[in-house]
């Protein structure tokens, strides 16, 4: 049964609409991969498969470029991946700080997923947010900046409700005064 | 000989409400520019090439390069695909101003791509933007859509032969494929492994196809010229290095975010006076001016050091992205540094022993001193070792990894010292 996948025919005439972008099927490896991780949460080998037998590419292809790009999935992951960048204007502003106070909260570390299967955390590189560090992606999404530890207890309540971060416009500070 | 730029209006990002709305854009002269090239006879294919080359765009993707000069380098027309991809990535540690023209100016980028494909006869324009940037994708959607609707993309622009179609895609998680070559690689639906060089993208870029490849905050800075004239852009900011830029200043700073001032602003009115000066009133201690890869610099050395190209050279280091990154007195240089070569090791693509094994040996060999395992002699172990990394790859990641590691231990030596001599071994 879990090795049964298939694309919805809405999934499909994304896929045509991509495949019209490029005069090759080839490039489509990306963009599909990614219709098929929001429709199945992974690309896990059998997605992957799947993948390549809608584009008609061979499997090896489609497994090498899965496994070079980071955001894919190549296990499956908590329903929600918190992405907390660490790297050197976060590492600066307590990046680290925050990803020990997420792991100390959810009882794992970075790399691994509650028991629950909530959250996976994972410690990122640079997402380029750095003016508004530190900060973490929620699984390939929204951006939450300028992160504190009250900051990151209000987001996680919200997300055990099912409700994701609101995306938030960082503006021109030389413009302050305009909002 | 500083820049006057507590008088600069920002022309890039201009104060002005939902510009990124099409109507507003438009209203505000946006899409004239392409208009009046396509469409004016004194605008031939190569005037605008020139124009732009005249102006002395640096790219604002690290290089610096001339992008007119650039332009100038595709070959002639022979009626098969020619391709502009725009370079939206993205990635490099400290830079994030690209995704504020996507939220606020995406069409003044949207309508320098197309001059640029105007100029040098490209039928397809990709825009690549890291897949992390998922909102702003949806942004650039939007405005591309709209752009479409009212007819200044497409067959047959205002009535003329010229035709240009645009698309935008975008990655899933990887430094590397802001490197040139490697964002075709992964355009083209592969591993974003770079590519060697010759063949330069504008003899064989995407599909083999003639391509250009340039930075978004470049492309959009080309609109301003071609309305205001190449003279007025070099009379913005120094005269080698002219222009409008954004500033993305992190770090320990009172009010980080992304600026746009002219070039040759100096360093520490950006710091003191643009960004609020340094947090919870520390005192300077380095600086990070564009994007990890570029030399740290000592507050000493900032002293008179102003933010363009030649200054920046003179004080030992570059401009890249202008992404600065601003450290206080309290901050571990040994710590930082370790990261930054985290950073450069995990993203090494493994295609060049030099750089894989260099970038792999340099996080370990740092780790350790970090950890209070090192030696003196370690730390001339990693000078020797960037030596070996520099100028043999296939692309410049290994030298973007190698001159941290130089820099910030010839710069700060006493504190590797200092962490080497109460380490473990130290006695021994
Ligand atoms: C490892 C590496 C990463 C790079 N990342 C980016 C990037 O994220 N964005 C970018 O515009 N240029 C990046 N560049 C520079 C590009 O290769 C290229 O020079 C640039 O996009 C050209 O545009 P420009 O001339 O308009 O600056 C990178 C270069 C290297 C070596
Ligand atoms: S220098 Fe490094 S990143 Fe660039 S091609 Fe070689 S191994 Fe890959
Ligand atoms: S360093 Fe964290 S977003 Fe750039």
Redesign the pocket.
């Known amino acids: 049964m879990k090795d049964n996948y298939s694309f919805t025919k809405e999934d499909l005439e994304e896929i045509e609409k991509i495949k019209a972008k490029f005069p090759e099927v080839m490039p489509a490896t990306l963009p599909v991969l990614w219709v098929a991780q929001r429709r199945f949460g992974h690309v896990e080998p059998p997605v992957q498969q799947l993948v390549a037998d809608t584009l008609d590419l061979p499997a090896a292809h489609v497994h090498g470029v899965a496994s070079f790009y980071t955001q894919y999935y190549k296990e499956e992951k908590g329903k929600y991946v918190l992405d907390v960048?660490?790297?050197?204007?976060?590492?600066l502003c307590g990046?680290y700080k925050m990803l020990h106070y997420l792991e100390d909260k959810l009882g794992i570390k970075a790399g691994e997923t509650t028991e629950d299967g909530m959250f996976s955390i994972q410690s990122v590189e640079?997402?380029?947010?750095?003016g508004?560090?530190?900060?973490m992606q929620v699984t390939n999404d929204v951006y939450v900046n300028n992160l504190t530890e009250e900051k990151l207890d209000t987001v996680i309540e919200d997300l055990k409700d099912g409700s994701m971060p609101d995306f938030e416009s960082v503006g021109m500070p030389q413009f302050e005064k305009r909002k | 000989m500083a820049v006057d730029w507590k008088s600069y209006k920002p022309v890039l990002i201009p104060d002005i409400p939902n510009l990124e709305n099409i109507d507003v854009y438009v209203k505000n002269g946006g899409y004239g520019a392409l208009k009046e090239v396509v469409t004016q006879d004194k605008w031939g294919h190569s005037d605008v090439v020139n124009e732009v080359k005249a102006a002395n765009i640096r790219g604002r993707g690290g290089a610096g390069f001339n992008a007119g000069l650039k332009w100038s380098f595709m070959p002639k027309p022979d009626g098969g695909p020619r391709y502009l991809a725009c370079n939206g990535d993205e990635s490099e540690?400290?830079?994030?101003k690209d995704r504020k023209i996507f939220e606020y100016n995406p069409h003044l980028f949207i309508e320098g791509a197309l001059i640029a494909a105007y100029a040098m006869q490209v039928t397809t324009i990709y825009v690549y933007i890291r897949g992390e940037y998922i909102s702003w994708v949806r942004m650039m959607e939007k405005a591309l859509a709209d752009a479409y609707d009212k007819g200044f993309i497409g067959k047959n622009l205002f009535g003329t032969d010229f035709s240009v179609e645009f698309e935008i895609t975008y990655g899933a998680g990887a430094y590397i494929c802001g490197e040139e070559t490697s964002m075709l690689e992964s355009l083209e639906g592969k591993r974003g492994y770079p590519r060697v060089k010759p063949p330069f993208p504008a003899q064989k870029g995407l599909w083999g196809r003639p391509t250009t490849i340039n930075n978004i905050e470049t492309l959009a800075n080309v609109p301003l010229v071609i309305k205001n004239g190449a003279g007025w852009f070099k009379g913005i900011g120094t005269e080698s290095h002219p222009g409008p830029v954004l500033y993305g200043i992190?770090g320990h700073v009172n009010r980080p975010g992304v600026y746009e001032l002219p070039t040759g602003v100096p360093v520490m009115d950006l710091i003191n006076e643009v960004a609020g000066g340094i947090r919870n009133g520390k005192k300077l201690k380095a600086l990070i001016p564009g994007g990890s890869s570029t030399p740290v610099l000592r507050a000493d050395q900032l002293v008179d050091t102003c933010m363009d190209a030649d200054s920046l050279r003179e004080a030992g280091s570059m401009m890249g992205t202008a992404g600065m990154i601003v450290m206080d007195e309290d901050t571990d240089m040994v710590e930082t540094l370790w990261r930054i070569s985290h950073f450069y090791h995990h993203e090494s693509c493994g295609q060049c022993t030099p750089c894989r094994e260099g970038t792999g040996w340099a996080e370990k060999i740092l780790l350790k001193i970090r950890n209070g395992e090192g030696e003196i002699r370690d730390l001339d172990l990693l000078l020797d070792l960037t030596t070996q990394m520099e100028g043999r790859t296939i692309c410049a990641l290994a030298d973007a990894a190698a001159w941290p590691i130089r820099h910030t231990i010839n710069r700060f030596r006493d504190e590797f010292e200092a962490k080497c001599k109460k380490s473990t071994h130290a006695v021994a």
């Open positions: 960048c660490t790297t050197t204007s976060c590492q990046g640079c997402l380029g947010a750095c508004y560090a530190p900060m | 540690p400290g830079t994030f992190s």
